[in-house]
């Protein structure tokens, strides 16, 4: 795969034309979808169990990050499936690149990690969802259309791991204000700080302020951890991050 130019990753019957830059994707049109992974079997077995559904199309793969850049960079799909441990470039690499220059594709982390420290680095980015790769292909087909839709996922073994330790004791819920409580929703969407600033019409710092100010009274020290104490006391309801941190 690493000898290929981005081009030539583009799935049969679409390589023969120039990819047009996504504006926008059509309620009846397929969700487009990019697989990075560095193993030939993997990308062929997701690919396989994707296009079983009549709504996604996938439109390109590649095996590294450094390719999987170049074919996100041509053809822009809706979501880009990206697993952890890639050669060169790491899965979390390109998603924060693809975070500052594509927007407007939404990642999925696809990955065999259930690490803190590579989950929480994931929603530090801002991503579109976390799944493990013992996911079944239903909740992979489900998590891609949710992600698509703009809603946060979390695997239900990793939204267990996180909750876990922060499920007892009392909710700060009446501690935070209006503000910041639109701000820990967005955070338990996936959210990055830009984002937050944009969809709430506030400055970049005015954002960091309220998050500073969220984590100091959940009592949590991370972006992580304040979406884990969101879930496990309900301070945001289920479908804000895509149905009580499973795909389904």
Same mark, same amino acid.
């Given at each position: 795969?690493g000898?290929?130019?981005p081009?030539?990753?583009?799935?049969?019957?679409?390589?023969?034309?120039?990819?047009? !830059?996504?504006?926008?994707?059509?309620?009846?049109? &397929?969700?487009? !979808?990019v697989?990075?992974?560095?193993?030939?079997?993997?990308?062929?077995?997701?690919?396989?169990?994707?296009?079983?559904?009549?709504?996604? @199309?996938?439109?390109?793969?590649?095996?590294?990050?450094? @390719?999987?850049?170049?074919?996100?960079e $041509?053809?822009? &799909?809706?979501v880009?499936?990206?697993?952890?441990?890639?050669p060169?470039?790491?899965?979390?690499?390109?998603?924060?690149?693809?975070?500052?220059? $594509?927007?407007? +594709?939404? +990642?999925?982390?696809?990955?065999?990690?259930?690490?803190?420290?590579? =989950?929480?680095?994931?929603?530090?980015?801002?991503?579109?969802?976390?799944?493990?790769?013992?996911?079944?292909?239903?909740?992979?087909?489900?998590?891609?259309r949710?992600?698509?839709?703009?809603?946060? +996922?979390l695997d239900?073994?990793?939204?267990?791991?996180?909750?876990?330790?922060? %499920?007892?004791?009392?909710?700060?819920?009446?501690?935070?204000?209006?503000?910041?409580?639109?701000?820990?929703?967005?955070?338990?969407?996936?959210?990055?700080?830009?984002?937050?600033?944009?969809?709430?019409?506030?400055? $970049? %710092?005015?954002?960091?302020g309220?998050?500073?100010?969220?984590?100091?009274?959940?009592?949590?020290?991370?972006?992580? @951890?304040?979406?884990?104490?969101?879930?496990?006391?309900?301070? =945001?309801? &289920?479908?804000?991050?895509?149905?009580?941190?499973?795909?389904?």
């Amino acid at each position: 795969m690493g000898e290929h130019t981005p081009a030539e990753q583009v799935r049969s019957g679409s390589s023969e034309r120039a990819p047009a !830059v996504r504006t926008g994707r059509l309620a009846t049109s &397929p969700i487009r !979808v990019v697989i990075v992974d560095d193993h030939a079997l993997v990308r062929e077995g997701t690919l396989q169990l994707l296009e079983q559904a009549a709504d996604i @199309e996938v439109v390109g793969q590649a095996g590294s990050g450094e @390719e999987g850049l170049g074919v996100l960079e $041509l053809l822009r &799909p809706d979501v880009a499936l990206i697993d952890v441990n890639l050669p060169g470039m790491s899965g979390l690499e390109l998603a924060r690149a693809a975070a500052g220059s $594509l927007p407007e +594709v939404r +990642v999925l982390i696809v990955s065999a990690y259930d690490d803190y420290a590579y =989950v929480a680095e994931a929603l530090e980015i801002g991503v579109g969802g976390y799944l493990l790769k013992n996911a079944s292909a239903k909740e992979l087909v489900d998590a891609v259309r949710v992600v698509a839709a703009g809603v946060f +996922v979390l695997d239900q073994a990793v939204f267990g791991r996180l909750t876990r330790r922060l %499920r007892s004791g009392p909710s700060a819920a009446g501690a935070l204000t209006r503000r910041e409580t639109d701000v820990l929703a967005l955070l338990a969407r996936g959210r990055s700080n830009k984002q937050i600033a944009a969809e709430l019409g506030l400055g $970049l %710092r005015t954002v960091e302020g309220h998050v500073s100010s969220v984590l100091g009274k959940l009592g949590v020290a991370s972006r992580t @951890e304040a979406v884990a104490y969101a879930l496990g006391h309900r301070l =945001v309801v &289920p479908e804000d991050h895509g149905g009580s941190g499973n795909a389904g």
